[in-house]
């Protein structure tokens, strides 16, 4: 059994949430925080990065559902497209005799 889907909005607002308690900490405020101040301060790091997740995969939900909803090959073929032309950029990018290349 799977757990309930948790819309992405209301994941975004626990996590901001979740940032601004742990900002309070780091100002001082009485919250009983009991991790050192680098291990707290790493993990305000994590949560705001969440955030920014969070708010790409919001942003980009309908085309994510879109590809996901795609048979298994045909999103092994898009993969394997994107992989092969990233390739050919990369390798037309380092070719000799290009300009600046030796």
Do not use: Y
């Not at 969070?54 to 309908?62: G, K, R, S």
């Not at 950029?89 to 600046?100: D, F, N, S």
Request: hydrophobic fraction near 45%; proline fraction near 6%.
């Amino acid at each position: 059994m799977t757990a309930p889907a948790i819309p992405l909005v209301q994941q975004i607002e626990e996590v901001r949430f979740a940032v601004v308690r742990q900002q309070s900490l780091l100002k001082g405020v009485e919250l009983r925080e009991r991790r050192p101040q680098a291990i707290a301060e790493h993990g305000l790091r994590k949560l705001e990065m969440a955030v920014r997740t969070l708010e790409t995969l919001a942003v980009n939900a309908d085309e994510i559902r879109a590809f996901l909803k795609l048979p298994a090959e045909a999103r092994k073929a898009v993969m394997s497209w994107g992989e092969t032309i990233a390739e050919s950029q990369i390798l037309a990018a380092t070719a000799p005799g290009e300009e600046g290349q030796p």
